[in-house]
C-alpha cells in the first residue's frame, strides 16, 4: 500500500472537483456529500487505508501539535489538486484558502467535528481563511487544494 492506492481511491473524487464550483461551498458540500457519501463503501475504504497507511508508517508520518500529517500527493498526480493527510485532535495553524479547499473528513475516534463539520465533506471557498480546529475526538482528514495553493502564517 502506498499513496498511489489514496489517490486511486480518490480519483472519482479528483475528477468530480474539476467542475465543482467552490465559490459556493454549501453547494459544493452538497454534492460531494451525496455522490461520494462516507457512510457507504468508498468511506470505509478511505478509511481502512487511512488507518492501514498510519499503521505502516508512510501515511501521516509527520507530527507538529495535535496532529500527524504527510503529503499523498502533489497537483500534477492529483489531477490538478495536491492531496494532503492530516490526522488531527487539536488545533492546527491559520492559513487561508487562495482557490479554496475540498476536505474529506473520516471520524477515526469519538464524536469528532472538524471546524464544526461531522464526518462528511467540507468545504472551503477561495479566499477563505482559518485556524483548522477538531474537537470531540480523532479524525482523518485528506485535504486537497486546487492547484496545492495555500498560504500559511509566517511565524
Known amino acids: 500500500m502506498s499513496n ?7 480519483a472519482p473524487v479528483l475528477e468530480r472537483l474539476k467542475s465543482l464550483d467552490l465559490t459556493d461551498p454549501g453547494a459544493a458540500k452538497e454534492t460531494l456529500d451525496m455522490e ?3 457512510h457507504s463503501e468508498f468511506g470505509d475504504n478511505l478509511r481502512t487505508l487511512a488507518r492501514q497507511g498510519m499503521e505502516d508508517g508512510w501515511l501521516c508520518n509527520r507530527e507538529g501539535g495535535p496532529s500527524r500529517f504527510s503529503r499523498v500527493a502533489k497537483p500534477d498526480a ?3 489538486f495536491s492531496i494532503d493527510a492530516v490526522f488531527m485532535w487539536g488545533d492546527g495553524p491559520w492559513h487561508k484558502h487562495t482557490k479554496g479547499e475540498v ?6 475516534e469519538g464524536e469528532p467535528a472538524f471546524c464544526g463539520f ?3 465533506w467540507a468545504v472551503f471557498e477561495p479566499g ?5 480546529s477538531v474537537k ?3 479524525m482523518m482528514i485528506f485535504y486537497m487544494l ?3 495553493e495555500v498560504e500559511w502564517k509566517k511565524a
Not at 103 to 108: E, G, K, R
Open 136 to 138: 470531540g475526538g480523532k
Open 36 to 38: 461520494f457519501p462516507l
Open 118 to 120: 461531522k464526518e462528511g
Open 128 to 132: 477563505s481563511q482559518h485556524v483548522p
Open 103 to 108: 476536505n474529506c473528513l473520516l471520524a477515526l
Open 4 to 10: 498511489e492506492t489514496v489517490i486511486d481511491a480518490l
Open 78 to 80: 492529483g489531477k490538478g
Open 146 to 148: 486546487p492547484g496545492g
